[in-house]
């Protein structure tokens, strides 16, 4: 049996082994966009999208980002894709996500990086390709 110590113990331990959560970039049309970092080990951090069509139709996205780092802008990407209603796309798995060119992984996981949505528009459409 474990010790009630231990077990305080562990249980205060989990919460340092969540995975990092999304921060809510915006919403238009029922679509919310939200962006979390990726920083895996020896690899150049990758920029995960959550997009979700809460919404009856699908919905052509279409964004614009941009990283500042210190308050200057350092990268911009776009992105277009069409997603179907009551569907999540996350990340890497069936998402979108970026890879910064010139982001070190210590500068993505300090606070003076900043992830600014400058486009997002969400247009129905009768169905995904």
Known sequence: ???PQALLLALLALPACKAPQFVQAGTK???AVDYRW???PNKPPELL???KNSGTSAQRIHLGLDLYYQGFTVEEFTADTCIPAGRTFNGKLNGIYFIP???TPEQAASPDTKVDLTEFTATP???CP
């Open 125 to 127: 459409v009768e169905s």
């Open 49 to 51: 999208l959550r997009l």
């Open 38 to 40: 990726n920083i895996p």
């Open 1 to 3: 049996m474990m010790k």
């Open 29 to 31: 049309n029922d679509v």
């Open 101 to 103: 060119k010139r982001l």
